[in-house]
Protein backbone atom coordinates (compact mmCIF):
# COMPACT_ATOMS: atom_id res chain seq x y z
CA UNK A 1 0.00 0.00 0.00
CA UNK A 2 0.67 3.61 -0.61
CA UNK A 3 -0.60 6.69 1.50
CA UNK A 4 0.12 10.66 -0.53
CA UNK A 5 -0.49 13.15 1.12
CA UNK A 6 -0.92 16.19 -0.87
CA UNK A 7 0.01 20.35 0.63
CA UNK A 8 0.34 23.33 -0.54
CA UNK A 9 -3.09 24.55 -2.19
CA UNK A 10 -4.97 27.61 -1.72
CA UNK A 11 -6.25 31.05 -3.21
CA UNK A 12 -3.93 32.70 -5.23
CA UNK A 13 -4.81 35.71 -7.70
CA UNK A 14 -4.24 35.50 -11.77
CA UNK A 15 -0.69 35.65 -12.70
CA UNK A 16 0.67 34.64 -8.62
CA UNK A 17 2.44 31.17 -8.21
CA UNK A 18 1.50 27.99 -5.68
CA UNK A 19 3.91 24.95 -5.14
CA UNK A 20 2.16 22.00 -4.60
CA UNK A 21 3.91 18.92 -2.65
CA UNK A 22 2.85 15.46 -2.66
CA UNK A 23 4.72 13.10 -0.37
CA UNK A 24 4.09 9.31 -0.82
CA UNK A 25 4.90 6.88 2.03
CA UNK A 26 4.75 3.15 2.81
CA UNK A 27 5.62 0.37 0.14
CA UNK A 28 7.47 2.39 -2.49
CA UNK A 29 9.30 0.51 -5.24
CA UNK A 30 12.43 2.20 -6.65
CA UNK A 31 10.98 2.65 -10.36
CA UNK A 32 7.50 4.35 -10.37
CA UNK A 33 5.53 7.51 -11.94
CA UNK A 34 3.92 10.22 -9.85
CA UNK A 35 2.01 12.96 -11.29
CA UNK A 36 -0.47 15.69 -10.81
CA UNK A 37 -3.98 15.39 -12.09
CA UNK A 38 -6.71 18.11 -11.72
CA UNK A 39 -10.49 18.05 -11.89
CA UNK A 40 -12.53 21.09 -12.60
CA UNK A 41 -16.20 21.16 -11.63
CA UNK A 42 -18.15 19.36 -13.81
CA UNK A 43 -15.48 18.08 -15.53
CA UNK A 44 -13.08 14.90 -15.76
CA UNK A 45 -9.69 13.92 -14.01
CA UNK A 46 -7.04 15.48 -16.80
CA UNK A 47 -3.05 14.62 -16.40
CA UNK A 48 -0.91 18.09 -15.61
CA UNK A 49 2.19 16.69 -15.43
CA UNK A 50 4.09 13.76 -14.15
CA UNK A 51 7.97 12.37 -13.88
CA UNK A 52 9.28 9.11 -13.45
CA UNK A 53 12.10 7.95 -10.30
CA UNK A 54 14.31 8.74 -13.24
CA UNK A 55 13.55 12.41 -13.75
CA UNK A 56 11.93 11.82 -16.90
CA UNK A 57 8.82 14.26 -16.99
CA UNK A 58 6.06 15.41 -19.46
CA UNK A 59 3.36 18.39 -19.43
CA UNK A 60 -0.20 19.17 -20.50
CA UNK A 61 -0.08 21.31 -23.26
CA UNK A 62 -1.86 23.74 -21.20
CA UNK A 63 0.22 24.07 -18.80
CA UNK A 64 3.89 23.74 -20.45
CA UNK A 65 6.09 26.75 -19.69
CA UNK A 66 3.92 27.57 -16.91
CA UNK A 67 3.92 24.67 -14.74
CA UNK A 68 7.45 22.83 -13.46
CA UNK A 69 7.19 19.07 -11.69
CA UNK A 70 10.39 17.56 -9.68
CA UNK A 71 10.90 15.46 -7.16
CA UNK A 72 13.18 14.22 -4.62
CA UNK A 73 13.52 10.64 -4.51
CA UNK A 74 14.84 10.79 -0.96
CA UNK A 75 12.40 11.98 0.03
CA UNK A 76 9.48 9.64 -1.85
CA UNK A 77 7.97 13.22 -2.52
CA UNK A 78 6.97 15.27 -5.72
CA UNK A 79 6.32 18.97 -6.21
CA UNK A 80 4.46 20.90 -8.49
CA UNK A 81 5.47 24.45 -9.45
CA UNK A 82 2.73 26.20 -10.92
CA UNK A 83 3.69 29.96 -12.24
CA UNK A 84 1.52 32.39 -14.06
CA UNK A 85 -1.54 31.16 -12.90
CA UNK A 86 -4.71 31.51 -14.92
CA UNK A 87 -8.44 31.57 -13.72
CA UNK A 88 -8.84 28.36 -15.92
CA UNK A 89 -6.12 26.42 -13.73
CA UNK A 90 -9.03 26.43 -10.52
CA UNK A 91 -9.38 22.58 -9.76
CA UNK A 92 -9.03 20.08 -7.42
CA UNK A 93 -5.25 18.59 -7.72
CA UNK A 94 -4.86 15.07 -7.67
CA UNK A 95 -1.21 13.54 -6.63
CA UNK A 96 -1.06 9.97 -8.13
CA UNK A 97 1.63 7.05 -7.27
CA UNK A 98 2.18 3.87 -10.19
CA UNK A 99 4.68 1.24 -10.34
CA UNK A 100 4.97 -1.86 -12.13
CA UNK A 101 2.55 -4.97 -10.71
CA UNK A 102 0.18 -2.75 -8.74
CA UNK A 103 -3.02 -0.60 -9.26
CA UNK A 104 -2.43 3.63 -9.16
CA UNK A 105 -2.85 5.42 -5.86
CA UNK A 106 -4.25 8.18 -5.11
CA UNK A 107 -4.12 11.61 -2.63
CA UNK A 108 -7.26 13.10 -1.43
CA UNK A 109 -6.63 16.23 -3.35
CA UNK A 110 -6.05 20.43 -2.71
CA UNK A 111 -7.73 22.64 -3.88
CA UNK A 112 -6.16 25.43 -5.85
CA UNK A 113 -8.16 28.66 -6.63
CA UNK A 114 -7.32 30.75 -8.83
CA UNK A 115 -8.91 34.37 -8.72
CA UNK A 116 -9.40 37.37 -11.45
Known amino acids: QVQLVESGGGLVQAGGSLRLSCAASGSIFSINVMGWYRQAPGKQRVLVAAITSGHIANYADSVKGRFTISRDNAKNTVYLQMNSLKPEDTALYYC??????????WGKGTLVTVSL
Open 96 to 105: KYSDSGRGDY
